[in-house]
């Protein structure tokens, strides 16, 4: 089993920049790849980001490609998600997700661990 336990967010203003990051515990080194998602009001989950845990090879969605980062600390078994230039849009609950497997890290149901979550709000 691996937990995933996210921390940071809150409340940004509009072009502000927020760091969330995803700590892993447990079988850690099961894991593939961990990808950050994001569920915004009335809407469906959908895809921010993933990085491979071994390569650090990256991939995001179009709606967030230059505005933000995904990294990770190897030591630390950290994911981080560095959002830069934030948009109202950008207001959701971001979720961190595990995956064991392979690829696409861009479809949600290939995640085997989810943390619970964390908002993350855009508003000035």
């Known amino acids: 089993q691996v937990q995933l336990v996210e921390s940071g967010g809150g409340l940004v203003q509009p072009g502000g920049s927020v760091r969330v990051s995803c700590a892993a515990a447990?079988?850690?080194?099961?894991?593939?790849?961990v990808g950050w998602f994001r569920q915004a009001p009335g809407k469906d989950r959908e895809f921010v980001a993933a990085?491979?845990?071994?390569?650090?090879?990256?991939t995001y969605a179009d709606s967030v490609k230059v505005r933000f980062t995904i990294s990770r600390d190897n030591t630390k078994v950290t994911v981080f998600l560095q959002m830069n230039s934030l948009k109202p849009d950008d207001k959701a609950v971001y979720y961190c997700?595990?995956?064991?497997?392979?690829?696409?890290?861009?479809?949600?149901?290939?995640?085997?661990?989810w943390g619970l979550g964390l908002q993350v709000t855009v508003s000035s």
């Open positions: 997700a595990g995956v064991v497997g392979s690829r696409p890290f861009n479809d949600e149901r290939v995640y085997d661990y």
């Open positions: 990085i491979v845990w071994s390569y650090g090879s990256s």
């Open positions: 447990g079988r850690t080194s099961n894991l593939n790849a």
